[in-house]
């Protein structure tokens, strides 16, 4: 694979605009095409190199030139030259144009991958100089010297659908030539990405189809309850190494070890194959093998149950669902005993200052406790409250 080069050559640029239509300019969008190709095949660890990177003006004999001077400069290199393009006069759909020297093999696997990701597949085709019907028609597939030139047309400029289509969803269509220049060179397109930058416009749903993965896996990979994403945002897409494994001790429940690995209990059950969570000590677990920080015991507090306690009381004073309470601490018996130790989640210390008006009454009313909780937590012997003063709730 390390024999293989990779030439982007972004069509047009500078005083020359390319076609023209819908308010759009062909040079812009080549070089928004041939830039997301490099990026991505870049990430993938497939050698490329680009022919213009800015707005640069480069007539066709410079052009061709600087193609030959990267050919000249790997010699045993095996080249492929993607030069990217917009079509136009009001056709629609993709096309790509393959030299005479070469079958259609790529070409087809481009048009192909393109068409997967929405646009109309066209045609792929060659084409002949008149003059000389043993030449290729285009200047830059017949005189660059490159083992495989092709020209991509992702679409119709001057068409209203496909002038649209390349406004919203070119880098899609990009997509499907790198993963097809990744599949003809022999490269793990899937493996070797494993992660996403969001990028303006972005929507799960793009992102779901630009790398054919199911928006409800994209959101459990990444823990996701939403669907909003932010610019900068990192997406997994790629689920972790699940061949780590965990062996239960004892105290442990399924949820704090779904805690300490990040993940959720249903997806642990899923994983072993459990259809309780009922645990053995010994009990051996497949867990995510993930590098971020886990989640030590310490973010729990040690409850003592005291006279007249019950579960639902202690959930309330937590904050807790009362099943939740119970996997945390592998309940089998409901019943408390007064001096039993109980995990119950960290609680911050909440303030509040005693305003103009207030009572105990009314505060508690506020914040969902009791007055005599209310009084207990404060120390407080009597109702008499002064303004300023701080309570804990």
């Known amino acids: 694979m390390n024999d293989n080069l990779i030439i982007i050559d972004a069509g047009h640029g500078g005083i020359d605009s390319g076609a023209i239509g819908n308010n759009l300019q062909e040079k812009d969008l080549n070089l928004k095409a041939s830039q997301y190709l490099y990026n991505r095949l870049t990430e993938l660890g497939i050698p490329t190199i ?6 640069e003006y480069l007539p066709r004999e410079k052009r061709v030139n600087r193609i030959k001077e990267i050919v000249r400069n790997n010699p045993n290199k095996n080249i492929i030259l993607i030069s990217n393009h917009m079509n136009a006069g009001n056709g629609e759909g993709a096309e790509v144009v393959y030299s005479l020297k070469n079958n259609s093999t790529l070409a087809d696997l481009i048009l192909s991958n393109i068409g997967k990701k929405g646009q109309i597949e066209r045609k792929v085709y060659q084409r002949r100089l008149p003059e000389n019907p043993n030449l290729d028609y285009y200047y830059i597939l017949r005189e660059t010297n490159t083992n495989e030139p092709l020209l991509v047309e992702y679409g119709f400029i001057d068409n209203k659908n496909d002038s649209m289509k390349l406004k919203n969803n070119l880098l899609d269509y990009v997509e499907g030539v790198v993963e097809s220049i990744a599949s003809y060179l022999g490269y793990n ?3 070797l990405i494993e992660e996403y930058i969001v990028q303006k416009g972005d929507t799960l749903y793009s992102i779901s189809r630009k790398y054919n993965i199911p928006i409800e896996e994209l959101k459990r990979i990444n823990q996701l309850e939403g669907n909003n994403l932010s610019i900068g945002q990192t997406i997994k897409l790629k689920e972790s190494n699940m061949e780590d494994t965990y062996t239960v001790q004892k105290g442990d429940t399924l949820f704090a070890i779904a805690r300490k690995y990040n993940t959720t209990t249903d997806y642990l059950k899923e994983l072993n194959n459990l259809t309780t969570n009922t645990l053995s000590i010994g009990q051996i677990l497949k867990v995510p093998n993930t ?18 306690d019950s579960l639902w009381k202690i959930s309330r004073k937590y904050d807790i669902p009362v099943n939740q309470l119970i996997e945390i601490n592998n309940l089998k018996d409901l019943t408390l005993q007064i001096g039993q130790k109980l995990l ?11 305003e103009n008006g207030d009572t105990l009454w009314s505060i508690a009313k506020k914040n969902n406790i009791s007055v005599q909780e209310l009084k207990e937590l404060n120390n407080l012997e009597n109702n008499l409250l002064s303004v300023g003063q701080q309570l804990l709730l």
């Open 189 to 191: 397109y899937n493996n």
């Open 344 to 354: 119950v989640p960290k609680q911050e210390e909440k303030i509040y200052i005693v």
């Open 50 to 55: 680009m022919t213009r990177k800015d707005d």
């Open 291 to 308: 590098s971020e920080e886990i989640i030590e015991e310490e973010e729990y507090d040690i409850y003592t149950v005291e006279k007249n």
